[in-house]
C-alpha cells in the first residue's frame, strides 16, 4: 500500500517562504504523477500544482504561479513544493497525492484523479 508523508510546514511571515517535502513509501514513485493541494477552513480542497513522473511537465493554479515551484527526485521517493513570496491567502492545509501512470508526461489537477493522499502539513502565513 502506497504512503504518503508530508513535512515542512510551518508558521511563517508574509514574504516568506517554505518547502514542502512528500516522501512516498510502498510503491514504485518513479510511476506515480503528483500533486500538490490544499483546503483552508470552509473551503474545498483546491490544486495547487502537478508534475508528471518524468518531471517533464508542470502546471500550476493561477494563484500561485511564478511564486511556487513543484519538483521531485525519484531516487529519494520525495516531491517538493517550493513556496516563495507567501501570503496570508496561501494560509491552508497542504496534502501530497500520487496517482499511477504510464504515460510519462501525465498530471492532474483535479483531486478525483489522484488515488493515494497524505495527511497533511499546516501552512500558516501571518500578516
Known amino acids: 500500500q502506497v504512503r504518503l508523508v508530508e513535512s515542512g510546514g510551518g508558521l511563517v511571515q508574509a514574504g516568506g517562504s517554505l518547502t514542502l517535502s512528500c516522501t512516498v513509501s510502498?510503491?514504485?514513485?518513479?510511476?506515480?504523477?503528483m500533486g500538490w493541494f490544499r483546503q483552508a477552513p470552509g473551503k474545498e480542497r483546491e490544486f495547487v500544482a502537478t508534475i508528471s513522473r518524468s518531471a517533464t511537465s508542470t502546471n500550476y493554479a493561477d494563484s500561485v504561479k511564478g511564486r511556487f515551484t513543484i519538483s521531485r527526485e525519484n531516487a529519494k521517493n520525495t516531491g517538493y513544493l517550493q513556496m516563495n513570496s507567501l501570503k496570508p491567502d496561501d494560509t491552508a492545509a497542504y496534502y501530497c497525492?500520487?496517482?499511477?501512470?504510464?504515460?510519462?508526461?501525465?498530471?492532474?489537477?483535479?483531486?478525483?484523479?489522484?488515488?493515494?493522499w497524505g495527511q497533511g502539513t499546516q501552512v500558516t502565513v501571518s500578516s
Open positions: 510502498g510503491g514504485i514513485f518513479s510511476t506515480y504523477a
Open positions: 497525492a500520487t496517482r499511477f501512470t504510464p504515460t510519462l508526461q501525465a498530471t492532474g489537477d483535479s483531486p478525483r484523479w489522484y488515488n493515494s
